[in-house]
């Protein structure tokens, strides 16, 4: 037998002190409202032992219900719930704000966050118009503090798209089509319609939101991976699934084309397409095309079936009457997605964590958000001119 020689290092290696134990962060958490996705996030707080829940807050102009749901979530969590925003947020314990108010009440937050030296966990959007978008971006980088927008840049798709670009093997890439769409809500025959409107700073009414904003932008926020500055934007948007998106002239499902600065091509498919459409709840899919090669690549692959009688046959699909566009629920799924982190939010949680730490900006920002925003802002001008717009467009 071969005897090895043990290196002073590895000896004394056991003597070794210890790293130095690293900083843990208070996160408080502003508002419930419906249309965020602030109580998906719980677990991913409370599963990282970098964070700890210090709070709840809102304003205190918000409807009884979100109110009664605050409350609840504070019993649940065991932490104080206070309407007094400032004072929340200056508590020194706080850290870390996790944005999860509606989208009219965000770029206000966001700057005052900003302004008290506050990190940012944004959900989604960072205002609901162009003009706030940048504020936010302007506010957040003068300050230096750290902010994320999680759902875009940090999922399966959006990982294994940056792979496959990396690798080489598709050449030059000449364009991208990305399919993002919901399989929640009811489709029913559409028996009134209204024209096409504008969203002109309103995303949402009291039974839909603006779908092509809300499921497109991560169709929006991968293309941002994958092409240059885009430039040119054409929209098509007017065909319905839901009588109560027809009947408001609003946007239940929408397409786009891009064209970047380089003259790269992108289009995408984004909306709610109904309930019980698609095996995972939905398709989300990007299609790469390269000189030399193609791609497809779907982040809901590989997968595991389970083709269940029940669920075929007897299960009652017909959504909540409660929540009739599912936006808190869906309905059972058929497969499920193997790979560990689909949405992405637990990477993108480290990625916060470790852009603290490190003093940098995380790999998704307020910038890219509000870019992303001019982008969607630029569909909507182009379906309701029915004609291309170009980059950049008025900041309103």
Known sequence: MIMRAI????????????????????????????????EHFIPLYQANPRLRIIGIADHPDIDPDLRL?????????????????????????????????????????????????????????????????????????????????????????????????????????????VDVMFGKGWPRPITQRSAFAAPNGRWKYPELKRELLTVGAYAVGLIQECLGPIRHVVGHAGAYFFPEHAVRGCDDFGTLTLTDTEGQIATLCGGRIGVAAHAQGGPARAYLIGSKQSATIDSKKPAMDAQMRDYLAGYDYRPNPEDPMQWHGGPPVLATALADDTTGLATGLVDLISAIDENRPPRYGVRQARNLMEILLAGYQAVELGESVTLPVEQA
Request: aromatic residues 8%; charged residues 20%; negative net charge.
């Open 7 to 38: 290196s002073p290092a590895e000896k004394f290696s056991n003597l070794r002190p210890n790293p130095m134990p690293q900083p843990t962060y208070g996160i408080l958490l502003v508002s419930f409202s419906k249309h965020s996705h602030q």
């Open 69 to 177: 749901f605050n409350q609840h979530w504070a019993r649940e969590l065991d932490v104080p719930y206070s309407e007094d925003i400032d004072q929340a947020i200056a508590d020194p314990a706080v850290d870390i704000v996790s944005v999860g108010c509606e989208i009219e009440k965000r770029s206000e937050l966001i700057i005052r966050c900003a302004e008290a030296g506050k990190h940012l966990w944004i959900d989604k959007f960072p205002g609901a118009t162009l003009a706030e978008c940048e504020a936010s971006a302007t506010a957040v980088e003068r300050a230096k503090v750290q902010a994320i927008i999680p759902g875009y840049a940090y999922g399966e798709l959006a990982r294994q798209t940056r792979m496959v670009l990396a690798d080489g093997n598709l050449g030059t890439l000449l364009g991208v089509h």
